[in-house]
């Protein structure tokens, strides 16, 4: 398994940026990825991944595309969120996950992101 934890959310107007950041530890993954809960009960959204596995792919949600970045460091064990020109419809509870080939995925704890208009 990996553990992992999420930083760098907070509170920004809308039109501004936010870098998340998560740290992972334990077992390596071969992708990271992050997911997003605009409401407590509702089904999490992925919305950027990257494989850490040596070709660095990564893949976007339709609705981030062009506006998120999503990067990786795996000598830190890192990996990055740039979100920009974000709206209020981006407000939610973002989570960084780590999947393994072998299947399941290990999550980190949340982190909230608001988006003021």
């Known amino acids: 398994q990996a553990q992992l934890l999420e930083s760098g959310g907070g509170t920004v107007q809308a039109g501004g940026f936010l870098k998340l950041s998560c740290s992972y530890s334990g077992d390596r993954p071969d992708c990271m990825a992050w997911f997003r809960q605009a409401h407590q009960g509702e089904e999490r959204e992925g919305i950027a991944?990257?494989?850490?596995?040596?070709?660095?792919?990564?893949g976007y949600a339709d609705s981030v595309k062009g506006r998120f970045s999503i990067s990786q460091d795996s000598y830190r064990n890192q990996i990055g969120l740039y979100m920009n020109r974000l709206q209020p419809e981006d407000t939610a509870v973002y989570f960084c996950?780590?999947?393994?080939?072998?299947?399941?995925?290990?999550w980190g704890q949340g982190i909230q992101v608001t988006v003021s208009s």
């Open positions: 996950a780590a999947c393994f080939q072998r299947g399941g995925l290990n």
């Open positions: 991944h990257v494989s850490t596995t040596g070709d660095w792919r990564t």
